[in-house]
């Protein structure tokens, strides 16, 4: 906007044939910007548009993958609310964030906080931390795949050989270790993006603020618990809701390490509309099960807004 | 907290534990590669070996058959996807970048502000009907089709970054080339484009590791085996052959995943950490 009053100012300054081409040059300008924005315009509203809307319509329907679709209301909501299968995958999504939340933030500022100096140990540090980031989850969950297999996974003899697991245990076998594993594997590669948006916090963070703490006689812990964490806060919250709609959203790790086992107690929200619409092509009722989901994440982000708008007033 | 940690660590309880975070992090990538190294007979060792006692490239080679499947054309796949899916989002995201924040076309700002809002839905939920739609198109099962895909979900954060590196140019720059005779094409190719390099480096960087390592389209919107991409194709090594599974190549395709990964990050560090950063305090 601006570029266009202040071209047109300047025009009405010179002469009137001047003005003119000023004016069609500036036309012609926004036609050639609009039609450069076009491309980009049509991919959104085909590839993203089209299919967001038809998520919402497809929801009221029964929609299998051959023969014909019938409008059947709120029904496939309201089945929705009674499947136990989906129940407990909610269930289980919630556990599994719970579980990884804390994890992901007590580490991610522990990394943040040991490399925090910028000399250049601590960037060479930062940089080995943040590596595994780089790299997909589907080929980081095939690679401990292979780590925590019975006998021949490295993982494996090392918790055998700590006396954690016996000679003829799998980690896959239960529920509770198939997790364990998992969320090793996600520790490992996503939580040098904690450390590193910890870092850009701690950054922002006065060092005289700290120091007249430490001066005045304030303890690691209370200038810890006291100053940095009260000043983190928006960090915090920016950590908590990355790892919070990541972990909602969490599908390769479950489909290629646990395949949903032992006995479907691992099939997450994702998994289970994957299996609703892929597997069993009920496609009305995977896009029920898709609004949900978008609904808990909208629920995620508003929290986060007031999260953030909170410490705004502070 | 700057100074803290070192002052209430010593330095070499500091350099210790550092060391020993290092090693943690990097001992899945040794695992890796040994493993994709090691021969059967290593492979067999328990309790395994660290390092491969008789090296060799079988692994790699057992890749050309994998249930009839060469796993080097499924490479060939991924590249051709993240390639041309990064060379589509740079292109169309640079053309709509400059379009948005250099002439303020009417509607410029809702085009904005649709592919911001974009960001608050995730893909994993519009994915049912986009396989409808694609089927209907007949773009199902076509590395086309997944392609497009790829390019719409990385276009908004790339837009972002074009819009505002373009909006950074000086408008005076810009102004100067077109009273020296420069037209608006050329003034956009030889005197902006270098100064947006980074935000370039940066969208292409993002999108690039984005498709390749993408599963969960690819896994949907693909179903014939000779189609698949790498992260795809390794369900099948996994999924081995008379209930057997061998370890040793899944490792070498993993390891052929990861290490172009790895690579990359390793040389343009700085705009993929800048990209992570902005990506995420968009």
């Known amino acids: ?24 040059l500036n036309r012609r300008r926004q036609i050639l910007g609009a039609l450069f924005t076009l491309p980009t315009a049509a991919m959104i509203t085909i590839f993203f548009l089209v299919p967001l809307g038809m998520t919402f319509w497809m929801s009221f329907y029964r929609w ?19 499947d136990p299968n989906f129940i407990q995958a909610l269930k289980f999504t919630l556990e599994y964030t719970v579980i990884i939340t804390p994890i992901l933030l007590v580490l991610g500022f522990g990394l943040a906080a040991l490399v925090q100096r910028g000399d250049t140990p601590s960037r060479f540090f930062q940089s080995v931390y943040f590596m595994p980031v780089a790299i997909g989850l589907a080929s980081a969950s095939f690679l401990w795949l292979f780590m925590a297999q ?53 950054q922002s963070i006065p060092v005289e603020v700290i120091e ?9 812990w209370q200038r810890l618990w006291h100053i940095t964490v009260p000043l983190l806060r928006p960090t915090l ?54 609004v949900l989901l978008m609904v808990i994440l909208a629920i995620v982000s508003a929290v986060q807004m007031l999260l953030l708008r909170n410490t705004d007033h502070n | 907290m700057i100074s803290d940690i070192r002052r209430s660590l010593p330095r070499a309880a500091w350099w210790t534990l550092n060391v020993a975070l290092t090693v943690l992090f990097l001992s899945p990538l040794v695992v890796m590669l040994s493993m994709a190294f090691k021969s059967s007979g ?4 328990i309790p395994p070996t660290l390092l491969p006692q008789h090296p060799t490239w079988h692994n790699f080679v057992k890749l050309t058959s994998v249930q ?15 390639v041309s899916a990064t060379l589509l989002v740079v292109l169309f995201a640079s053309m709509a970048g400059y379009g948005i924040a250099r002439t303020k076309f009417p509607g410029a700002g809702i085009v904005f502000f649709v592919a911001l809002a974009s960001f608050m839905i995730p893909f994993q939920a519009i994915l049912t009907p986009l396989y409808m739609l694609l089927k209907n198109m007949g773009l199902n099962d076509s590395l086309v089709g997944l392609t497009l895909v790829y390019v719409t979900f990385n276009l908004p954060f790339a837009l972002f970054i074009m819009r505002n590196a373009f909006a950074s140019v000086p408008q005076a720059l810009e102004e100067a080339a077109r ?61 081995g052959s008379f209930g057997q599974i061998d370890w040793g190549s899944l490792q070498a395709g993993v390891a052929l995943t990861i290490i172009p990964c790895i690579v990359v990050y390793l040389l343009l560090q700085r705009y993929y950490v800048s990209g992570m950063l902005s990506g995420a305090l968009k």
Request: proline residues 3%; charged residues 10%; contains cysteine.
């Open chain 1, 1 to 24: 906007m601006s570029t266009h009053t202040a071209s047109l100012n300047q025009s009405r300054q010179v002469s009137g044939r001047r003005r003119s081409r000023t004016f069609g």
């Open chain 1, 150 to 202: 019975s006998q021949i996974g490295p993982l494996w003899d090392l918790m055998h050989w700590l006396g954690l697991i016996g000679s003829k245990s799998n980690l896959f076998a239960g529920h509770w270790s198939s997790l364990m594993v998992v969320n090793a594997m996600v520790a490992w590669k996503v939580v040098g993006l904690q450390m590193l948006l910890l870092l850009s916090g701690l």
């Open chain 2, 42 to 45: 290593d492979q067999g060792h």
């Open chain 2, 179 to 239: 009273i020296d005779g420069c037209g608006t094409i050329r003034a956009i190719v030889q005197i902006m484009l270098p100064i947006v390099k980074p935000g370039l480096i940066t969208a292409s960087l993002m999108t690039f590791f984005n498709t390749w390592n993408e599963f969960f389209a690819a896994l949907i919107l693909v179903t014939s085996q000779e189609k698949f991409t790498l992260p795809v194709t390794l369900t099948m090594v996994a999924s």
């Open chain 1, 237 to 290: 919250a920016l950590v908590l809701v990355f790892s919070v709609a990541g972990s909602l959203l969490a599908f390769d790790q479950f489909y290629i390490m646990t395949s949903g086992g032992p006995s479907n107690s691992t099939i997450s929200v994702v998994y289970s509309i994957y299996r609703y619409s892929f597997i069993q092509f009920k496609l009305g009722y995977g896009a029920a099960l898709s």
């Open chain 1, 212 to 220: 007249a703490a430490r001066v005045d006689g304030a303890s690691g």
């Open chain 1, 64 to 82: 299998p993958l051959l023969g014909q679709h019938k409008w059947i209301g709120l029904e496939n909501y309201s089945a929705a609310l009674n």
């Open chain 2, 68 to 82: 009839g499947l060469n796993i080097f054309h499924n490479l060939l796949n991924s590249v051709m996807v993240s």
